[in-house]
């Protein structure tokens, strides 16, 4: 389970501070694939018009139209890393939703759903009673 500290008792307490986890993980890859998708964008449009920089021991020996900094790409190991513990922690959180009682889940959609671009799963709670 994850270690953020909350009180193990509290199952509404518990569950939102794994959804702002969940919520801020999903933000980073959802950040790290556009970084992805742009770099791809490069190489797929013109590959011969792509350069790298701050890569060690490779160099251009002139400008080209498009660029990517080696330094500030997102590497496979990061991202491989975020979707695991994505999908880890989606876990924790429906664990955790499924310990609210049921008469204090008033106001949550129950269900997952998709958002449009990602196709990332995630909960949408309207607001909990207490």
Do not use: C
């Not at 993980?25 to 490069?42: A, C, P």
């Not at 013109?46 to 139209?65: I, K, L, M, Y």
């Not at 979707?83 to 269900?111: C, N």
């Amino acid at each position: 389970m994850a270690q953020t500290g909350t009180n193990d008792f509290d199952p509404i307490q518990k569950y939102q501070v794994l959804l702002r986890e969940f919520e801020s993980l999903t933000g980073n890859i959802e950040s790290i694939t556009r970084q992805m998708e742009e770099i791809s964008h490069k190489l797929s449009g013109n590959w011969r018009d792509t350069s790298f920089t701050n890569v060690p021991n490779v160099s251009f020996p002139f400008a080209t139209q498009h660029s990517v900094n080696a330094e500030q790409r997102p590497s496979i190991k990061n991202m491989a890393e975020s979707i695991s513990r994505w999908h880890t922690l989606r876990h924790e959180l429906v664990s955790a939703y499924k310990t609210i009682p049921q008469d204090r889940r008033y106001g949550f959609k129950s269900r997952l759903h998709r958002t449009r671009k990602t196709r990332f799963l995630r909960f949408s709670p309207v607001f909990l009673r207490n």
